[in-house]
């Protein structure tokens, strides 16, 4: 009964070994109206107002992974575009104010992916998915050798057995996890893609929204500085948004 009791612990703890995946949970992030908040702006018959993820729970909670621990700071901007302009932000000229007077830059898109997918683990799923053929034979060199003490049979042939369907299972285990890391990645990258507001043009007559994302080695959000150009005309509006 004890070896039994045994082989099962070595068992479970080679399962857990093999079971770990990325922590990113792709969900909605949903937004308010801007005349319902405190900052709203009105510019060319448009109403544009901004929100400031900074409480870290509610944070996690709206983007389904922590996303300030990814390195990044996510502002929602909503635009209720009553008008007949378009208008596009220039990102260039876009930045975030901090409590200590910092300027920060909205982060470029090949950032702010990388970031995303090293914190949900994909980088670490390539490198597992490499390793899982060793890995698996040297799990299963552990469990036939305890199997073998359970059988009676010979340990080092049980062991030797173990270690070769356990480093077949590793290589199979191993490709799958590899597929599952770059469809991972994908699904991280369109995901950001879909919840960006970067460049998106807001059209006439229609609500838009969306995030810009800023570095997360800014601690806090005193205040938007946006830059937004009429597509048509050229004109350039500054936009500033403060948060309480």
């Keep these: 009964m004890k070896k039994t009791a045994g082989i ?5 703890g080679v399962v857990l070994l093999f079971g770990c995946g990325p922590s990113y949970k792709i969900k909605p992030v949903s937004f308010k109206s801007p005349d319902t908040l405190d900052n709203v702006v009105s510019v060319a018959g448009a109403q544009v107002a901004a929100k400031a993820f900074v409480d870290a729970a509610e944070t996690k909670e709206a983007f389904g992974f922590d996303i300030h621990g990814a390195g990044m700071f996510p502002i929602q901007v909503v635009f209720d575009n009553k008008g007949s302009n378009q208008f596009e ?26 970031r995303a997918t090293k914190h949900a683990g994909v980088d670490k799923m390539i490198k597992e998915g490499a ?77 838009a929204h969306g ?30 948004f403060g948060f309480i």
């Design 8 to 12: 099962l612990s070595i068992v479970c």
């Design 131 to 207: 390793s899982k053929g060793v890995l698996g034979a040297a799990a299963g060199a552990i469990i036939g050798a305890a199997i073998g003490i359970v059988t009676d049979e010979g340990v080092a042939s049980a062991a030797g057995k173990g270690a070769a369907v356990g480093a077949a299972a590793g290589a199979t285990l191993g490709a799958a996890v590899e597929g599952g890391s770059g469809k991972a990645r994908r699904d991280i990258i369109e995901d950001l893609q879909d919840k960006s507001l970067r460049n998106t043009i807001i059209q006439p007559q229609s609500i």
């Design 89 to 114: 932000i220039n990102s260039d000229q876009t930045f975030l104010e901090d409590a200590e007077g910092n300027l920060w830059p909205i982060l470029s898109n090949k950032i702010a992916y990388e």
């Design 211 to 240: 995030l810009l994302f800023f570095p997360g080695e800014a601690k806090s959000a005193i205040k938007l500085r946006l830059q937004i150009m009429e597509i048509e005309s050229g004109t350039v509006h500054n936009l500033e």
